[in-house]
Each structure stands twice: as structure tokens, then as C-alpha cells.
């Protein structure tokens, strides 16, 4: 296998830690899986509920009648309906749906966009800290993501003003994640509007990855960027998907929005690298729109907040200091320094697997999530239980003191 030659593309795809630090937990779960103290993982971004009862019959069905077969390229037009009719009744957002396309989930909306739209060597500007993957995207399509610093009062979000002073000949785009995955911090409606307009004045591309926004809990930052008033929401590229609020994680399907002019270039790229999404999914998700599973997403948004309002203050008064409150997703992205000392240790790394040997509690160092202070944070993911997050609760306060 030594003489084989791997692209540079592939050379430049970093480890994602987080699958090592995984593949550490479930190795030392087996361990102890039969002890008093089992391990609670709070390391991945996967919610604990699964697809409502309407969902699950809705993919049984579809096996079972035998309607199977491939679909458009762009998805199924009943489901690009509901989508647009979910955007006006949630977020009073005017989204056409010829401008919606299904997708194998949000990676292969990200990875469409990026192969549409990117030039070997152009710039994306994000921020740091930021989801590892989203750069990978910009990476495989030969571009170059430049990470810009950010800070709690920042949101740890771009500014209009550090997007302009990083701006370059070579710069074709801002891509930017609202709610955030390390942080569960959005961005201020009125800073993305400052940064669209500065990005669209430059004839650069807005790309919004808006996974999260389903689970938004504050009004203020719960709205999509599709709905910015004056036309400029018609020029926004948002990537969704429905692994995190409609918690369909494995049934790997999303969707892309794009200016309409886009939409025939995208499906043409689809219609080569991917054939169709799932359709056993496709038909699955239409039943997501359903009153009856609208309402138990509803009923889980609240289970989420719940749990958010309960665990960051205790982190906060064990000294594992969440710098800005999340509104939205389920993750705490917490300051670790003083707890890491505590238990003889430096850094999110080995405070992350010293915590997994204490008190069996899996965690994400900050390391995946880019080069700003990333020894200084671990990332804590809410979706679990609340009897898991009480019982995380208590080891953390034995173990911390």
C-alpha cells in the first residue's frame, strides 16, 4: 500500500479528534458498561430522541408498497412543497420551492454548493471556533477557509467589521453556522444583515449552514437568513438538514437553498455525483410535516431548552465557565482552564480524557474546532437525558471538588 499516491486533497483533510475521542469512550464504556458509574456520553452532536411514530410508518410503508425507485435529482416535489410551507409558517419566510433542493444530508448540500461555486485557490472566510467539517468541504473543493478569530462578546460569531478587514482579492465568500456548532451561539440578525450586504456588494457568496435552527430558543435569533427583508434573502445559500430537528440523523437527508439561477446548475451536479437522495427517507420526511409530528418537535425543542437551563448553570457554578449562553442547538462550549488544574492536568485534551478516566463522562476537547485557544475549551453536547445530565452533574462535582 506504500507506493500508492494520495491526492493533496486528501493530505489536507485534518483527523477529526472527536471520532478518537469516541472510539476512546466506547472502548473504555465496554469496561465499565457493568459498574455503578456507566459511561454518559456528552461528546456527540446526535440528539437521544429518534424519528416520531408518523416518520417510522411513513419509511415502513414505503418498503413495503415498493416505491423505491430513484427520485429527481433534486428530491421529490411534495417534499420541496412542505419545506417551503415550513419556512412560511415557521419563519414567515417567502422560500419558493424551486429554489429547494433535497440532498443526502447537509454534507452533501455543503459539498454542492462549494463544487458550484468555488475556484481552486478562492477564499472562504469563517469563523474560529467553527464545525471542523464545513472547512473540509471548502478543502475538497480546492479553496482555501482562512479562520478568523472571534471572542465571547463576539458570539463567537463574524462581524461585518472583521469580514471587511479580511477581505481580499482572493476572498469569494463568507461561510458562516447560525446556531453555531461548538458554541450554540447565532448570529444577531442585524450583524449577518450588515455582513450579506457587504459580501453582496462585493459579488461574493453567503453561505449559511442552519442545521440548528429548528432548535432556536430565543425569538430574537430564531430566524432564518432566507427571510432578510429588501431581496437580499433571495441571494443567501442556507444548508438544512433533518438529522438535528426533525432527529433524523442516520436517515441522511437535507436540503439546500439557492437563488433560483443556481438551482439548474446544482441539479446538474447532483444529478452526476449523487443520483437522488434516499427515496425511502424522502417519503419518510414528508411525514415530518404533519401536525401531529410538528407538534412532538415541539414538545422536544422544549425538552432541549429545559435541559440547556438546567446544565449550563451548574457547569458555570462547578467552574467550567460557559463564556456566553447558547440560544440555540444543544452543545455548552465551556472554559475548562481552572477545572483542568484541578484535576493535575493542562489543556482540553488531557482534562477530556482525564474526566473520561475519573468519572467516566466523554467530552470534546476543543481541538477540532480551529486554533483559536482550542486547549482552552471542551464542548459538552445536552442531548441527553436529564436524569444523564443530573447524574454528569454529580461526578463532575466529585471529581472537581
Request: proline share 6%.
Amino acid at each position: 500500500m506504500s507506493d500508492i499516491r494520495i491526492a493533496r486533497r486528501a493530505q489536507r483533510i485534518e483527523p477529526f479528534y472527536v471520532m478518537e475521542v469516541a472510539k476512546a469512550a466506547a472502548a473504555m464504556a465496554q469496561q465499565v458498561a457493568h459498574t455503578a458509574e456507566p459511561m454518559i456520553f456528552l461528546n456527540i452532536g446526535e440528539p437521544d430522541f429518534t424519528a416520531p411514530p408518523l416518520v417510522q410508518q411513513a419509511a415502513a410503508r414505503v418498503i413495503r408498497d415498493g416505491n423505491t425507485q430513484y427520485t429527481q435529482a433534486t428530491g421529490l416535489q411534495p417534499l420541496r412543497e412542505r419545506i417551503s410551507d415550513w419556512y412560511a409558517t415557521r419563519f414567515q419566510a417567502d422560500v419558493a420551492p424551486g429554489r429547494i433542493i433535497i440532498t443526502a444530508g447537509a454534507s452533501a448540500a455543503l459539498q454542492l454548493a462549494c463544487l458550484a461555486l468555488i475556484e481552486a485557490g478562492d477564499e472562504i472566510l469563517m469563523p474560529d471556533p467553527s464545525y471542523p467539517c464545513n472547512r473540509h468541504f471548502v478543502s475538497a473543493a480546492d479553496g482555501n477557509a482562512v479562520l478568523l478569530p472571534t471572542t465571547a462578546e463576539e458570539r463567537f460569531q463574524l462581524s461585518s467589521a472583521k469580514v471587511q478587514a479580511a477581505w481580499t482579492d482572493k476572498t469569494r465568500g463568507v461561510l458562516l453556522a447560525s446556531p453555531s456548532n461548538p458554541t450554540g451561539t447565532s448570529i444577531a440578525p442585524e450583524e449577518l444583515r450588515r455582513i450579506h450586504e457587504f459580501v453582496h456588494s462585493r459579488g461574493g457568496i453567503t453561505l449559511i449552514d442552519e442545521i440548528y435552527l429548528g432548535l432556536s430558543y430565543e425569538a430574537h435569533f430564531g430566524q432564518t437568513a432566507l427571510a432578510m427583508e429588501g431581496g437580499l434573502g433571495e441571494s443567501i445559500i442556507s444548508i438544512n438538514s433533518f438529522s438535528k430537528y426533525f432527529n433524523m440523523t442516520g436517515w441522511r437527508l437535507g436540503w439546500l437553498v439557492v437563488p433560483e439561477a443556481l438551482a439548474p446548475v446544482i441539479e446538474r451536479i447532483a444529478q452526476n455525483l449523487f443520483i437522488c437522495p434516499s427515496t425511502v427517507a424522502q417519503h419518510a420526511a414528508l411525514a415530518c410535516f404533519e401536525p401531529d409530528s410538528l407538534s412532538e418537535y415541539e414538545r422536544r425543542r422544549a425538552e432541549f431548552k429545559a435541559r440547556r437551563d438546567y446544565f449550563i448553570p451548574e457547569l458555570n457554578r462547578l467552574g467550567l465557565t460557559v463564556p456566553v449562553m447558547p440560544d440555540g442547538a444543544f452543545y455548552a462550549y465551556a472554559d475548562c482552564t481552572d477545572a483542568a488544574a484541578r484535576l493535575g492536568v493542562s489543556g482540553s485534551w488531557d482534562f477530556s480524557f482525564e474526566l473520561m478516566k475519573r468519572a467516566h463522562l466523554a467530552v470534546t476537547p476543543g481541538r477540532d474546532f480551529g486554533t483559536m485557544a482550542p486547549e482552552q475549551y471542551v464542548r459538552f453536547s445536552t442531548a441527553n437525558s436529564m436524569a444523564q445530565l443530573k447524574e454528569a452533574v454529580a461526578r463532575l462535582e466529585a471529581v472537581l471538588g
